[in-house]
């Protein structure tokens, strides 16, 4: 292999477009072709990315371009297809979550990784985010057990409304950016799940399956966690961003749009759909549950600013940056495929209990 990681981006949507933005960008890639299956008749093609090859069919992108390395962000039910595909060319992957739409697909990708020794890499954008790193870093001081409470609902209007449609063609919203949150409560809890509840409504009549949804998972240590993830025209947007972590020492919570003083500034904050919203903290929320002789608190609440953390796209390069160095340093990648499995398998159980009606029991 050259120095430079020839690289085939697959996807160009908005997690596909900033991929493919920091491959253009970064010195240690070079585009050799982008694909998707509709790219040829696209006018929304970003200028920095003009006059690539650009390819309608995976197998003739793949066979033409002969890349180091496929970069795959199309819609997850053609993940784990063209994750294998890459893999067996012999090349090395980063792939947008989740892994597979279901646990055997997965599993074949990751024992496919390792049986011809490629670099596996996944989208998991959270654990390239220093507010996330923080935050899951405080939680692990708070003692055990931890109550874990995350979601994410998204009002879907415009580009939005389309995307969210699709999305849910292939899979639910707690399946679809629930591998995030529940990967955060792995890390948190360090603990195995053992149990896992689901519920689901479908609202949206255009859209093929459930809209809405919410998750709980109970831990062996005996910590708990609930995900939310809504999309739709008609989710609210009151409560949509809900991030804290609460065990006998006391609370962490992400804080959003604290900085906001504006009316416009707060509407800015609410827009749900903005993927630089998903992301975003401004402050981390401390609160210490010592208290004193006559039962006051002992240390006031603590903020802790995160007003320069980084951008959506500042993050895809992080991402980028780190699949680079597992290319050329050979990093043992075992620990982050793992646990992109364990939290599949945590949000398919969750659907399976939607389905089922009941609790659905982890081996």
């Known amino acids: 292999m050259s120095d430079r990681v020839k690289v085939l981006v697959v996807g160009l949507g908005n997690m596909g477009a900033s991929h493919a933005s920091a491959y253009h960008r970064l010195d240690g890639f070079e585009i050799v072709g982008i694909m998707s299956r509709s790219i040829k008749s696209n006018t929304k093609i970003p200028a920095e990315l003009a006059g690539y090859p650009l390819y309608e069919d995976f197998d003739q992108a793949l066979k033409e371009t002969r890349p180091d390395a496929v970069s795959i962000n199309s819609w997850p039910n053609t993940h784990a297809e063209y994750a294998l595909k890459a893999i067996a060319a012999n090349c090395h992957v980063f792939m947008e979550k989740p892994l597979a739409t279901n646990n055997e697909d997965a599993e074949k990708v990751v024992a496919a990784a390792r049986a011809k020794n490629r670099k596996l890499v996944l989208g998991y954008i959270l654990r390239v985010h220093p507010s996330w790193i923080k935050f899951i870093e405080v939680g692990k001081t708070l003692g055990k057990p931890l109550v874990m409470r995350l979601n994410l609902n998204q009002q879907s209007s415009g580009s939005a409304w389309h995307w969210h449609k699709n999305l849910i063609d292939s899979l639910i919203p707690i399946v679809d950016c629930g591998v995030h949150y529940v990967d955060v409560m792995c890390q948190l809890t ?95 929320k ?17 903020i802790v600013s995160m007003e320069d953390e980084p951008g959506h796209q ?27 499995v364990n939290s599949l398998r945590i949000v398919l159980a969750a659907e399976q209990s939607i389905e089922l009606g009941r609790t659905v029991e982890l081996a």
């Open 190 to 284: 360090g603990a195995k799940p053992v149990r896992v509840h689901g519920i689901g409504a479908k609202l949206w009549a255009e859209a093929d399956k459930q809209n809405y949804g919410h998750l709980h998972v109970t831990f062996d240590d005996g910590s708990v966690g609930w995900y939310e993830a809504g999309w739709g025209p008609m989710m609210s947007e009151t409560a949509y961003f809900v991030k804290d972590v609460v065990g006998p020492k006391g609370a962490v919570s992400i804080v959003a749009g604290q900085q906001a003083s504006s009316a416009a500034e707060l509407a800015e904050v609410s827009n749900s759909a903005d993927i630089d919203r998903h992301t975003k903290t401004d402050a981390l």
């Open 286 to 302: 401390i609160h210490y549950a010592e208290v004193d002789a006559d039962k006051n608190f002992s240390k006031p609440d603590e």
């Open 314 to 340: 500042e993050l895809c390069d992080r991402e980028q940056a780190f699949f680079l160095r597992a290319i050329r340093e050979d990093l043992d990648l075992t620990e982050q495929m793992d646990a992109a």
